[in-house]
């Protein structure tokens, strides 16, 4: 494992529970994780592990009841303005060409108006989507307005992107090829990621390393270093170790299910 | 005959017309009259209504506050309200303007008061997420989002105003379609009366086009009902 000094965000014995018909609802239980320099970090559990209240905690929104966060080395606990977000609804603005969506969120980082518009068109040629810079983000694809939502992520400047399950709404196949077109993308910039996800395939392909959580209140079960070699092949889930992996990480969460029913 | 109905209680289409155009320009200088009267009372009571949204919308405690006393105001009638207005104020603009006022604001405000409050959660979601401050989502976020809410209360108030404006005049002025129809019907001129009718009908409509045209120059967003190019899969 690599120094405390390069981790990008950190997060340590972060807990939160919240309160639900005067009872206290556990969701985050002493939860310690940090993503490294340009390093792809998953999070993957079963659903209703509290992914959701985790991102809100790193993005500021919500306070943990204890436990702290530090982004870029500096404690950033309940303050907002410090990761980039692609939710899982691609969230554009209907309002907005796609490259005012991405020169608006530019902006709301610091960038200043004239370079966020120039950034926004360089950037939407470079991914092939040029021609519907101008037009209305309704007229996209659903996998097309994911694309345009993740580069909103990648350029905005900011130390951590925190992905939220971004390709679960979309089908089989889309997700498949935006998976690779990500696998790409974020090849050539190695930025540090945090990315949540149900699917385990998605996790392997994708990630540096993954942590596995439990049921509510999520702890983290396992840490898995995924083995294979950068730049990553689209096509390594034929490899053997990826089937041993996927069952280890398929254990884990029956285990976790288990584990908590009892 | 079956309908043996005399001139002087509904006159036919025709005389109407004539007498239009015979009075044409007395008819145009009392209409330009009133749209002026309409436009000032319109475009101060748009106003107050926005910031009344936004001074609602912003901080919760003065809605629960003042809003009854809003409601009060719309519901004692312009009939009562007016003549009032009128001893408190004198013959001169403040009195009508006042009236106008108090029936354009209300739509606009309570409408758009809901669009601002109906912006989409996962939007708002992502803006806190990437850090946005309170006026970044009042701007990027809440103001578009209550566009569409705002253009139905315009809408309202656009058809509402002309007829507060003709009230206003009928209650004391000494110009204007509301003032003209007051002079015509009191000397039994069923035929002006409806001369006025045909000019008001004019005057609210036009103001309900320049308005639906506004709304749709303004957004211009929405993916057209015939369906348009692609669209979102499912």
């Known amino acids: 494992m690599s120094g405390t000094s390069s981790a990008k965000l950190e997060l340590t014995g972060v807990s939160k529970s919240f309160m639900r018909d005067r009872k206290r609802h556990p969701v985050l239980d002493r939860l310690s994780l940090r993503v490294g320099e340009g390093e792809f970090v998953t999070l993957i559990g079963p659903s209703g592990s509290g992914k959701s209240t985790l991102f809100r905690l790193i993005g500021g929104v919500e306070l943990p009841d204890e436990g702290s966060i530090r982004i870029d080395g500096k404690e950033t606990t309940g303050e907002r303005g410090h990761i980039s977000y692609m939710p899982q609804q691609a969230s554009l603005f209907p309002w907005l060409s796609v490259a005012a969506n991405i020169g608006s969120a530019l902006t709301t980082a610091g960038i200043r108006a004239d370079e966020a518009k120039r950034l926004a068109s360089e950037w939407l040629g470079k991914i092939g989507l040029g021609d519907v810079a101008r037009e209305y983000p309704h007229v996209l694809s659903g996998g097309m307005q994911q694309r345009v939502s993740f580069l909103r992520a990648l350029l905005m400047p900011r130390a951590v992107m925190c992905l939220d399950e971004p390709f679960a709404a979309l089908d089989a196949l889309t997700r498949a090829e935006m998976q690779a077109w990500l696998l790409r993308l974020w090849e050539e910039e190695r930025r540090s990621v945090l990315f949540v996800t149900h699917s385990i395939e998605e996790a392997l392909t994708l990630s540096d390393r993954i942590y596995v959580l439990s049921r509510a209140p999520a702890r983290i079960l396992k840490e898995i270093r995924v083995p294979f070699s950068r730049p990553r092949r689209e096509d390594v889930w034929k490899e053997p170790e990826f089937v041993g992996l996927k069952q280890e990480v398929l254990e884990l969460l029956g285990e976790g299910a288990g584990a908590s029913r009892g | ?234």
């Not at chain 2, 106003?47 to 901080?59: C, D, K, Q, V």
């Not at chain 2, 006026?135 to 103001?143: A, G, K, N, S």
């Not at chain 2, 209550?146 to 009928?170: D, Q």
Request: proline share 6%; glycine share 10%; with cysteine.
């Open chain 2, 1 to 234: 005959m079956a309908f043996d109905v005399k001139p002087y209680v509904l006159p036919s289409p025709w005389t109407i017309a004539s007498y239009m155009g015979e009075n044409a320009s007395r008819l145009w200088d009392q209409m330009w009259f009133t749209l002026r009267l309409a436009l000032k009372g319109m475009g101060l009571g748009v106003a107050i209504g926005i910031l009344a949204a936004l001074l609602f919308h912003l901080i919760p405690g003065v809605r629960a506050a003042l809003s009854p006393i809003i409601i009060i105001t719309q519901n004692i009638p312009t009939i009562a309200l007016g003549p009032l207005l009128i001893v408190w104020f004198g013959f001169g603009l403040m009195p009508k303007l006042i009236l106008l006022v108090l029936v354009c604001f209300f739509p606009v405000a309570w409408s758009m008061l809901a669009g601002l409050g109906q912006a989409a959660p996962h939007l708002r979601e992502y803006l806190s997420m990437i850090g946005a401050s309170r006026w970044e989502i009042l701007r990027r976020l809440e103001l578009p989002a209550s566009l569409p809410s705002f253009f139905t209360g315009l809408k309202l108030t656009a058809t509402y105003g002309v007829t507060a404006a003709i009230v206003a005049e009928w209650l004391g002025s000494s110009e204007g379609i509301g003032h003209y129809i007051v002079l015509k019907s009191k000397g039994y001129d069923t035929v002006g009366v409806f001369s006025a009718i045909v000019c008001i009908v004019a005057l609210a409509l036009a103001f309900y086009g320049a308005a639906a045209l506004l709304e749709r120059l303004v957004i211009r967003w929405r993916p057209s009902a015939s369906g348009g190019k692609g669209g979102r899969s499912e």
